[in-house]
């Protein structure tokens, strides 16, 4: 799915491209009030003049064949368009427990609120940045914090403060924490 969503981001990049470009040569033709026509401006009848052999063919049925493959693969790229537009993506959590009467698990916003709640709770602790990211399967994932102090402390200190206090949250989860300090950011792994 992933895929189909960045094609029809893509593509829907690629035709506002092309209606922006009309627009423009549709102001260009009404600005410059010559006695052409806008098809005339933008060169239409010399693209007529180069696709009637094809059109001629195709009225002749001699191309039928050619014309079913090309419209089949239209509809298939629409289709899977649609499916790339209209199916939801799943998003990934933390998970704590799985059984067979269901999962228990917490979304990445929720569970940095609470990592930086257990950092913070000494006044003299500021969380700048908190960057949670759960696994794609399964239990466990990441996070990432960056802490500072407005005290002169060591940042050892600062950085055993936040180990200490994100414990229990990252053996229950199966997290692999980082805390770094925003002096520096030199990082020390949890968990």
Do not use: C, Y
């Not at 895929?3 to 829907?12: E, P, Q």
């Not at 491209?17 to 010559?34: D, N, R």
């Not at 994100?166 to 792994?189: N, Q, S």
Request: glycine share 10%; net charge positive.
């Amino acid at each position: 799915m992933p895929v189909l969503r960045a094609i029809v981001r893509l593509l829907t990049l690629l035709l506002l491209v092309v209606l922006a470009l009309a627009g423009v040569a549709a102001i260009v033709v009404a600005v410059s009030g010559g006695n052409a026509s806008l098809a005339e401006s933008v060169g239409l009848p010399a693209v007529r003049d180069a696709v009637s052999g094809f059109l001629e063919r195709l009225e002749g049925g001699r191309a039928a064949a050619l014309v079913a493959l090309i419209a089949a693969g239209a509809v298939l790229i629409g289709l899977l368009l649609l499916v790339g537009i209209l199916v939801p993506t799943r998003e990934r959590r933390f998970v704590l427990s799985e059984g067979q009467h269901g999962r228990l698990a917490a979304r990445r916003g929720a569970l940095g609120d609470v990592a930086e709640a257990l950092v913070a709770r000494p006044r003299w602790v500021e969380v700048s940045k908190v960057k949670p990211r759960p696994a794609r399967r399964g239990a466990g994932g990441r996070l990432a914090l960056t802490v500072a102090s407005p005290r002169r402390d060591p940042e050892g200190d600062i950085q055993k403060t936040a180990r200490e206090r994100l414990e229990p949250l990252t053996e229950r989860f199966k997290i692999k924490a980082r805390v770094r300090t925003g002096r520096d950011h030199g990082a020390e792994r949890v968990g």
